[in-house]
């Protein structure tokens, strides 16, 4: 946290300075990780970083600067670079700062647990994965990663128009890889568990999972070119929306005319069927938070209800020029980037269906289990992809041989309009960049590009 002293030292220089409203963002980061391979420990590291940013604000333009170096020669310099940042600052924004609300951290998303573990515990528990991992398939002939790893991040916002507010959060994950073959393939799988405490951590559940996943697609072909019913499984219909969803709804993004939907709201935009939340108080979720990196209270809201474009999701700047209030989404990476306007869990309600029930409504399709080439195949802004992909044949209702050297396209609106189905298996991401809470879903009439 900032001290008092420090606080008004701040403020106060800034004050003097030339600014009208000064704010302090100051963010402490832990993260330990560990690895094994080949039955030994390959990589550890155990890191601590912590800085402090400073915006200031005259006749509505912003300026912004950081530091890791807290001293009175360095405070100075942050002030001096904030202010003549402003000076230069040429946005058509106008740009203010949050006041009223203090927020204390109430430990709600925060356990303490993973600072409290041995080393020990962590090394008998990657090892102990990849052993499983052989042990689970008799295909399995590397293990590539191992991985256990944990955070802990404090955030102070503290700022000239009376805001003073602290959180403090923690969490853990495990990630396994995996690589199977059958003498002609080799195929990699991919598995992970996150939680909030260490003993919900399911690592021998995890290091199998990854090893079906790679055995599974042993003896992939492709499939003629032509329009599948297909279902998104869980985790990668969770891909698509981290993706598209972030610019889809960023107000700043639809002001811009950047988006592929418009300012209004009530339009439908998907199928009854689908229903996208922001939520920011999942307690399950490593990306949860109380308030945001400009200090608004964050809440739940809906995107998307029952195929009804409901809201957007706004920062200070952006809330002005539409006249509404912020909606608690202007977040930053670490002390030293700016504010960008993004979801903090991208929640879907769930269905009724199991994903073999999915698979058997389907009746002929493919069930897709990973895409490839997001960041160079799909387009944020008119919302159209076009993305390498594996997965598996369905057949009379059933999942059969594996499905590999297939593209699928199409852009995320037409997808969201012809979901027919969606099923119970919801799945938290890895939070990187953010969370999503998504369970399967089954589309109708894509395009599918094949070879077979």
Known sequence: MINKELRDKILSMASRKGSEMSEIFFRSSRSFTISAHKGKIEKSSDSISAGLSLKTVRKGKAGFAFTEIIDDLHVEMLVDKAISNMQLNDSDYIETLHSGTRIQDDSSYYSGRYEELPVSWAVDTVLEMEKTAHEADPRIVLVPESGFGFFVDETTICNSQGLENYHRKDGGYLVVITVASDGKQHKTGFAYDLAREPDRLEHNKTARRAASESSQKLGAKSVKSGKYNIILRNDVFGSLLATFIPTM???????????????????????????????PHLIESLSSRPFDDQGVPTKRKALIDKGIQKSLLYDLKTAKKDGVEPTGNALKNGYKGQTQIAPINISVEPGEHSLEELIERTGSGILITSVEGLHSGAKPMSGEFSLGAQGFLIEDGKKTRSVEQITIASDILTIFRSVEAVGSDRIFSLPMPRTTITPSVMVSEVDIAGSG
């Open 249 to 279: 709804f960023s107000a700043e993004m639809v002001q811009r005319g950047l988006s592929p939907i418009s300012r209004s709201s009530e339009d439908r935009i998907a199928s009854e069927l689908l229903s996208i939340y922001d939520e």
